[in-house]
C-alpha cells in the first residue's frame, strides 16, 4: 500500500470510514464467496476495514483472520467486532497454505501494479491448495492518486493479461457491479473470485 498518503487518509478518517461501510449490505458477493467453502473453514479478511466481512462471515460458522494496515481502523473494528484485528501491512504476509479463503475486498486495489504481483504471489502461497481468493477493483485501466489514496484498476483482460505469470490460479468467477453505498451507484467494479489449483 502507499504508505504516504493512503494509509494517513485511513487513519485520519477511520471513524467516518467504518461508519459508512459497516452496516453495508454486500452479502450477494459474500454467499458467492462463501459457496465454495464449507463451514468452519479458515478466511483470512486481507484489508478488514471496518470488519462488516469478518462480522459477516463469524455468523455464518467460519473461522476468521482479520488484519489491516491502519492501526486506527484495527483498534475500531475489533471493537466492532469482538476479536482482536492484527495491524499488518499487506506485503508483510508470510504464511505457507495456512487459509481456505482470503476476501480482500476493495483493498489490495491500493497497492501499485508494480508492487501488487509481489503480494498477490504472497496471498496464493499461503492458500491451501484449492483455496480461493476474493478481491475487488475499481472498473477501467487507471492506475494513481484519486485524491489523497492511491488505486489500481482493472477490467477483465487486463486483470486476465496481469495474473499470466501465476499458472496455480485462475479465474473462476468475474462480475461487474455498482458501488453499493448510497450516492455512489454510477462507480463500477470488478469482483473476482479465482481458484489455487492443486498442482503437484
Same mark, same amino acid.
Given at each position: ?38 463451514? &468452519? ?5 486481507? &484489508? ?41 501491512? !499487506? ?9 481456505? &479463503? ?44 484519486? &485524491? ?17 505469470? !501465476? ?34
Amino acid at each position: 500500500m502507499k504508505i504516504d498518503s493512503t494509509l494517513e487518509f485511513y487513519n485520519k478518517n477511520a471513524k467516518e470510514f467504518s461508519a459508512d461501510t459497516l452496516n453495508v449490505d454486500f452479502s450477494k458477493i459474500q454467499d458467492k464467496f462463501l459457496s465454495y467453502l464449507s463451514p &468452519g473453514d479458515l478466511i483470512l479478511d486481507f &484489508g478488514c476495514g471496518s470488519g462488516r466481512d469478518t462480522l459477516y462471515f463469524l455468523s455464518k460458522g467460519m473461522n476468521v483472520e482479520a488484519i489491516d494496515g491502519s492501526e486506527v481502523l484495527c483498534e475500531i473494528a475489533s471493537k466492532n467486532i469482538g476479536i482482536p484485528v492484527k495491524h499488518m501491512l !499487506f506485503q508483510e504476509l508470510s504464511e505457507k497454505e495456512k487459509y481456505d &479463503g482470503i476476501w480482500a475486498c476493495a483493498s489490495i486495489l491500493h497497492l501499485p501494479k508494480n508492487e501488487l504481483k509481489a503480494v498477490l504471489g504472497k496471498m496464493i502461497l499461503s492458500l491451501r491448495p484449492e483455496g480461493y481468493i476474493y478481491t475487488s477493483f475499481k472498473y477501467g485501466e487507471t492506475e494513481g492518486y484519486r &485524491g489523497k489514496r492511491y488505486f489500481s484498476s482493472f477490467t477483465e483482460n487486463s486483470f486476465k493479461e496481469f495474473i499470466t505469470d !501465476f499458472s496455480t490460479v485462475i479465474v473462476i468467477d468475474q462480475k461487474v457491479t455498482c458501488d453499493v453505498r448510497p450516492g455512489r451507484e454510477n462507480e463500477k467494479w470488478l469482483n473476482l473470485i479465482m481458484k489455487k489449483l492443486d498442482i503437484v
